[in-house]
């Protein structure tokens, strides 16, 4: 608690309360959980339901922004999108940032061989284009949430255990860790007590930016149809059917990419904030 409370107190987060784009970036991320956990609470059990009539209506007319294909209210759509597209980027995130930093503190902490081996397999899964490697486990598996999640999750967790790595690699020289080992302290102790806590600043700073990157490859998973089941709201499926339509109801395109680009823009604004807040150099 008292760690928290300085960090609060700190010079970096005052440099984040007094930052317009980070602040900016932390009123986007709220709104867009908020919009996500009780987006089922403002929209109605008819929210989706089909209007032949009003198809590809423009905005004005049944809705503030219009309606999609078969006449699917698109502000309902989207507000069901954003849900969906932040439950796929928390928890590609979290499934990342949790195997990424085990695996790389792990192999950072242990060294030698070990170290070089697990490295070597982190090296080669960087050399591939992660989203590339997404769309491919993403094309052989059937559409559903969990497997994109998988999909995503399966590239992205190299960026987190390099991170680890370098980090575990400083703090273990540090003397408050020669000294829990000079007293006796089991090396799993000396790991998830000692180690752990103090690489979470740059961690949580690289998951903010995860965040970012997992909502974009989702967009472009669904996009290209690998994505959700067909039928479910999503952003990257908004803008497909946008793209069939781009002439005769531009709104269908528009607002989805704002979307995605205004989340995208938000978390890495917070992201920027975050890393004066957990900067060890902004403190002085």
């Not at 699917?72 to 796929?88: K, M, N, P, T």
């Not at 697990?118 to 969990?146: E, K, N, Q, T």
Request: net charge neutral.
């Amino acid at each position: 608690m008292s760690t928290l409370v300085a960090l609060l107190h700190s010079r970096g987060a005052r440099r984040f309360r007094k930052s317009h784009l980070s602040m900016v970036g932390l009123v986007i991320a709220l709104l867009l959980v908020v919009v996500g956990l009780l987006g089922p609470l403002l929209l109605g059990p008819d929210a989706l339901a089909l209007h032949p009539a009003r198809d590809l209506a423009a905005p004005g007319r049944y809705g503030p922004l219009g309606n999609a294909e078969n006449g699917v209210d698109l502000l309902s759509a989207l507000i069901e999108g954003a849900r969906l597209s932040l439950f796929v980027a928390g928890l590609s995130t979290l499934v990342s940032a949790t195997v990424g930093v085990l695996f790389g503190a792990f192999s950072g902490f242990v060294g030698g061989r070990i170290d070089a081996l697990c490295m070597r397999l982190v090296d080669v899964l960087l050399a591939f284009p992660g989203i590339l490697l997404a769309i491919y486990i993403a094309a052989v598996l059937p559409p559903s949430v969990l497997n994109v999640v998988f999909a995503l999750s399966a590239t992205g967790w190299v960026g987190y255990a390099r991170l680890a790595r370098g980090q575990v690699l400083e703090v273990r020289r540090l003397d408050f860790i020669e000294a829990a080992r000079a007293l006796g302290a089991h090396p799993v102790r000396i790991l998830l007590r000692h180690i752990l806590p103090n690489i979470t600043g740059p961690v949580v700073v690289q998951a903010s930016f995860g965040l970012s990157t997992a909502i974009l490859a989702e967009a472009a998973l669904s996009f290209l149809g690998l994505g959700v089941p067909p039928g479910e709201p999503s952003w990257g499926a908004l803008l497909d059917e946008g793209v069939d339509h781009l002439l005769v109801a531009p709104h269908l395109s528009i607002f989805p990419g704002i979307c995605i680009f205004v989340s995208v823009l938000g978390f890495n604004f917070l992201g920027d904030g975050l890393r004066d807040v957990f900067d060890v150099r902004s403190q002085r």
